[in-house]
T-cell receptor, first 118, second 111 residues
Framework: GAVVSQHPSWVICKSGTSVKIECRSLDFQATTMFWYRQFPKQSLMLMAT?????????EQGVEKDKFLINHASLTLSTLTVTSAHPEDSSFYICSAGLEATSVYNEQFFGPGTRLTVL | GQQVMQIPQYQHVQEGEDFTTYCNSSTTLSNIQWYKQRPGGHPVFLIQLVKSGEVKKQKRLTFQFGEAKKNSSLHITATQTTDVGTYFC???????????FGTGTRLKVLA
């Protein structure tokens, strides 16, 4: 099956620093990737849809200047949490679909990145 | 905005008992997906339902899409300890490629 990787798997940083998380589709090209965050014992909340070669589409309430998304290639999307604060501590998960232009699109999830901001 | 609720929030069952989780959307859906997330893991795709009234089976798991395409259910027959995890539905509406995840149902199976 399609494999999606994320790096790093966990990161601890000081308040005020920026953290970059990478999401890669290893054996397929992903025109569209999705970024989610998940708080402990809660559901996945869609943050943004990342489109290769264009600006990301953010969900309501998600600050685009806070969570910078770049999708420079068909296999890589990055999420940068700028000036991170403790409330940004969460589990960030990306996903990618095989057919970006189809709504019938099984999502393959990365293993997630656990961010802890001190 | 669109809301996707799941009930129950938690379910503890004895091994061998059946389990059902229900997913309800406030809007009509184009399709729905189900995922399983083990503790400490990431969501893993189980199945996708597209047609009104559709029923699909995977071994002990039965998935159903409502006639009005606003609700869905996942039923597990004779649960096993390997079924432990959180089950999420993910709903998509027409004209969008994005999925909104349900609130999830956490299943514990007692041996």
């Amino acid at each position: 099956g399609a494999v999606v990787s994320q790096h790093p798997s966990w990161v601890i940083c000081k308040s005020g620093t920026s953290v970059k998380i990478e999401c890669r589709s290893l054996d397929f090209q992903a025109t569209t990737m999705f970024w989610y965050r998940q708080f402990p014992k809660q559901s996945l909340m869609l943050m943004a849809t990342s489109n290769e070669g264009s600006k990301a589409t953010y969900e309501q309430g998600v600050e685009k200047d806070k969570f910078l998304i770049n999708h420079a290639s068909l296999t890589l999307s990055t999420l940068t949490v700028t000036s991170a604060h403790p409330e940004d501590s969460s589990f960030y998960i990306c996903s990618a679909g095989l057919e970006a232009t189809s709504v019938y699109n099984e999502q393959f999830f990365g293993p997630g990145t656990r961010l802890t901001v001190l | 905005g669109q809301q996707v609720m799941q009930i129950p929030q938690y379910q503890h069952v004895q091994e061998g008992e059946d389990f059902t989780t229900y997913c309800n959307s406030s809007t009509t859906l184009s399709n729905i997906q189900w995922y399983k997330q083990r503790p400490g893991g990431h969501p893993v795709f189980l199945i996708q339902l597209v047609k009104s009234g559709e029923v699909k089976k995977q071994k002990r798991l039965t998935f159903q899409f409502g006639e009005a395409k606003k609700n869905s259910s996942l039923h597990i027959t004779a649960t096993q300890t390997t079924d432990v995890g959180t089950y999420f539905c993910a709903a998509a509406t027409s004209g969008t490629y994005k999925y909104i995840f349900g609130t999830g149902t956490r299943l514990k199976v007692l041996a």
